[in-house]
C-alpha cells in the first residue's frame, strides 16, 4: 500500500511541477512589465490575433506534448491532467488556449482513436515538432447553425473526390494537418467518412479557403471557410473505414466535450479574480467594495459556481478512463451545464464591476474580453443543442437512473472523486460508442447523502437539509422519467422532455460536488463549501427548497481573499498561479 500511495504521490507533484513551470514562464498577468501580461494579451486581441509571444513560449514549452499519447512519445496519460495544464493558458487567453492548443487536439483525438499505427506516429511527430491540426467535424442532429453545412466524398478510381464547404473553421491557414468528415453516398444514404488530410496550404488543387470570420468572442482565432472543389485523394488518406466517420466522431466526443469545457474554466476563473481585484480597490462606503453585502454574496456565489463546474469536469474527464460506456452522457451534461452556469456567473459578477465590465483596456480589461470568450465555448459541431439530445436520450434508455440504494462499488466511487488520484486505465475508446449499462454518478447519491447527514460541525445542518433536497430532486424525476418511458409507443416526445434534461444536469453536478466533498481532502473535506454548493444547485431546481447557511459567505468569502492574496486558483486545485 506505501509503494502506491508513494507512486501516486510522485505522480501528483510531477503534475504540479509541470504546471508551475508553464505558470512561471507565463508570469504575473499584472505585471506590466511582462511581455505576457494582461495588456499585451488585451492589445492582440484588438488586432484579433494571438500574442506572438505567447505562442513561442508555449512552443519552447512543448504544449503539443500535452496532447501525445505518452506510448508515443508524449506527455497525455489522463484527460483531467491535460485540463489542468490548459487551463493555464486558457487563464490568459481563451483564444489562445484554442486557437494553439485545443483546436489541434480535436483533430488529434480521432487519428488516437482510429487512425493505423502509420497515421498514429505521424500524427505524433508532427505534434511533437510544433505543428498543428485542425477538424471538420461532422454535424450531429440537432446541430449548431454556426457550422450547418457538409462536405461530399464520391469514389473514384484509387480514392475519392472530395466537394462542399464547412464555413467555420478555426485555424485552417495555419494548420499542417487536416481532419475531415465527408458525406459518402455509396456507403449509405447517412454514411460518413473521415480523412485524414495535409493542411489546406500543401494539400493540392481544388482547396481553398473562405474569408475570415470575425467573432464576437476568442477573436484572436482565425475562423474561416474551407472550400473544396473536386479535390482528389488517395485511399490511403482514409482514417477508419469507409463509411465509419460517425462512429469515430462518437468516440471523440466524449473526450473533447469534457475535456475543452474544463479547459474553459480558467477564462472564468480570470473573471473572478478580476472584480475581486476591483472590489479591494473600493473604498468601504462604495457599494462595489467588500462591504456591501451584494458584492460579496457575488465574490463567493461566483466561487461556488466555479467549484460546482469543477467537481462536474473531473467526473467527466475520469468517467472517460473509467466509465467509458458512460461517458457520452456525462460528457454531453458538461458540455451543456458548465457554458450557461459560467455565463450566468460573469453576469452577476459585471453587476458589481459597473461600467468597468465593458473597460476593453486597463486594468479591469480582461473582464471583458472573458465575458465575450465564455459563451463560445458552448458553440461547435457537439455544442449545447447536441448535448442536451444526448441527455434525453440518455434519460429515455436508462429511466431508472442508477441504483436508488446506492450500492455500487466503493474503490470506483473514490477514483471517480479524488482530484488527486492518478490511478487511472488507459483510454479505451472502442467502448466510447457503446450504450451505458447504469448511471455510476447518481448511483453514488444515496451513500454521499447518507454521509451528509452525519456529518459534524458548523455546516452540518445545512449540508444534510441541502442532500436530502437533493435526494429528493432525484426520486421525482425518476419518476416523471419512468412516465415518459412508459408512454403509448408511437406517442411523440413532448418538448417538456427537455426540461428533465435541466434537471438531471443540475442533480449530476449535486452528486459531483457530494462526491468529492466525501473524498476530498483539505477545504475538499469540509462541509462549508459543500454545502453552499449544494444550495446553489437545488436552487436551480426549487428556490423554496433549502436556503444557504447564514455563516456561509462570510467563511467562504474569507477563501477567496486568501486566494487572491497568495496567487491561487479558485478551481479544486488551488494552483498556484503567475509567480
Known amino acids: 500500500m506505501t509503494t502506491v500511495v508513494n507512486r501516486a504521490e510522485a505522480a501528483e507533484r510531477a503534475v504540479q511541477e509541470r504546471i508551475a513551470r508553464l505558470e512561471h514562464e507565463l508570469g504575473d498577468l499584472d505585471d506590466p512589465g511582462n511581455p505576457l501580461g494582461a495588456d499585451h494579451f488585451l492589445a492582440a486581441d484588438g488586432r484579433q490575433r494571438l500574442l506572438p509571444a505567447a505562442e513561442r513560449l508555449l512552443d519552447e514549452f512543448g504544449l503539443n506534448a500535452e496532447f501525445v499519447p505518452c506510448e508515443l512519445g508524449g506527455r497525455l496519460d489522463r484527460q483531467d491532467v491535460l485540463a489542468r495544464v490548459l487551463r493555464a493558458v486558457f487563464r490568459r487567453d ?4 484554442l486557437g494553439y492548443g485545443m483546436t489541434s487536439y480535436l483533430a488529434a483525438v480521432t487519428v488516437w482513436a482510429d487512425g493505423t499505427g502509420q497515421q498514429r506516429r505521424e500524427t505524433a511527430e508532427l505534434l511533437l515538432s510544433g505543428g498543428r491540426m485542425a477538424c471538420a467535424y461532422p454535424e450531429p442532429v440537432p446541430g449548431n447553425d454556426f457550422l450547418h453545412n457538409r462536405l461530399t466524398a464520391s469514389r473514384e478510381s484509387g480514392g475519392y473526390r472530395l466537394d462542399g464547404r464547412k464555413e467555420a473553421l478555426n485555424n485552417a491557414v495555419r494548420v499542417d494537418s487536416l481532419v475531415v ?4 453516398p455509396e456507403a449509405g444514404e447517412d454514411a460518413q467518412t473521415a480523412f485524414l488530410l495535409p493542411g489546406p496550404g500543401a494539400a493540392g488543387p481544388g482547396v481553398s479557403l473562405l474569408p475570415r470570420r470575425r467573432t464576437s468572442g476568442i477573436r484572436g482565432c482565425v475562423v474561416q471557410g474551407l472550400e473544396l472543389t473536386g479535390h482528389r485523394l488517395g485511399a490511403d488518406r ?3 473505414p ?3 466517420g460517425a462512429p469515430i466522431a462518437e468516440r471523440a466526443f466524449p473526450v473533447t466535450r469534457s475535456t475543452g469545457t474544463s479547459m474553459a474554466l480558467g477564462c472564468a476563473d480570470t473573471a473572478l479574480r478580476t472584480t475581486v481585484a476591483f472590489a479591494r480597490a473600493h473604498r468601504s462606503r462604495s457599494r462595489a467594495s467588500l462591504s456591501s453585502a451584494r458584492t460579496r454574496s457575488a465574490l463567493v456565489d461566483a466561487f461556488t459556481d466555479l467549484l460546482v463546474c469543477d467537481c462536474l469536469a473531473l467526473v467527466a474527464t475520469r468517467a472517460v478512463h473509467l466509465l467509458p460506456r458512460e461517458s457520452r452522457t456525462l ?3 458538461v458540455k451543456y451545464l458548465l457554458p450557461t ?11 458589481v464591476l459597473g461600467s468597468e465590465s465593458y473597460a476593453t483596456t486597463g486594468s479591469y480589461g480582461l473582464f471583458q474580453k472573458a465575458a465575450r470568450d465564455l459563451p463560445m465555448i458552448g458553440l461547435g459541431s457537439a455544442g449545447t443543442a447536441a448535448s442536451r439530445s444526448a441527455i434525453v436520450e440518455h434519460l429515455l434508455r436508462t429511466p431508472e437512473l442508477g441504483d436508488p440504494d446506492g450500492t455500487g462499488e466503493a474503490e470506483v466511487y473514490a477514483r471517480l472523486f479524488s482530484p488527486h488520484d492518478p490511478d487511472l486505465p488507459p483510454v479505451r475508446p472502442e467502448e466510447l460508442t457503446l450504450l451505458a449499462d447504469g448511471d455510476t454518478l447518481l448511483s453514488s447519491l444515496p451513500a454521499t447523502v447518507r454521509r451528509a447527514r452525519g456529518a459534524r460541525g458548523e455546516f452540518a445542518g445545512s449540508l444534510g437539509e441541502a442532500a436530502d433536497a ?3 430532486e432525484l426520486r421525482l424525476l425518476r419518476e416523471d422519467c419512468a412516465r415518459v418511458a412508459a408512454r403509448p409507443a408511437g406517442r411523440d416526445l413532448s418538448p417538456r422532455v427537455y426540461a428533465l434534461a435541466d434537471r438531471y444536469a443540475l442533480i449530476a453536478a449535486g452528486a459531483a460536488c457530494l462526491g468529492v466533498w466525501r473524498h476530498g481532502t483539505g477545504l475538499l473535506a469540509e462541509p462549508a463549501w459543500a454545502a453552499m454548493a449544494l444550495v446553489r444547485i437545488v436552487g436551480r431546481l426549487d428556490r423554496t427548497a433549502v436556503r444557504a447557511p447564514e455563516p456561509g459567505t462570510e467563511h467562504l468569502l474569507t477563501e477567496v481573499l486568501d486566494r487572491f492574496d497568495d496567487a491561487r486558483s479558485y478551481d479544486l486545485y488551488a494552483t498556484p498561479i503567475g509567480r
Open 181 to 184: 468528415f465527408a458525406h459518402t
Open 238 to 240: 482514409l482514417l477508419g
Open 242 to 244: 469507409e463509411g465509419g
Open 331 to 333: 460528457s454531453a451534461v
Open 341 to 351: 452556469i459560467l455565463t450566468e456567473m460573469v453576469y452577476d459578477l459585471s453587476i
Open 470 to 472: 437533493l435526494a429528493t
Open 94 to 97: 481563451a483564444a489562445l488556449g
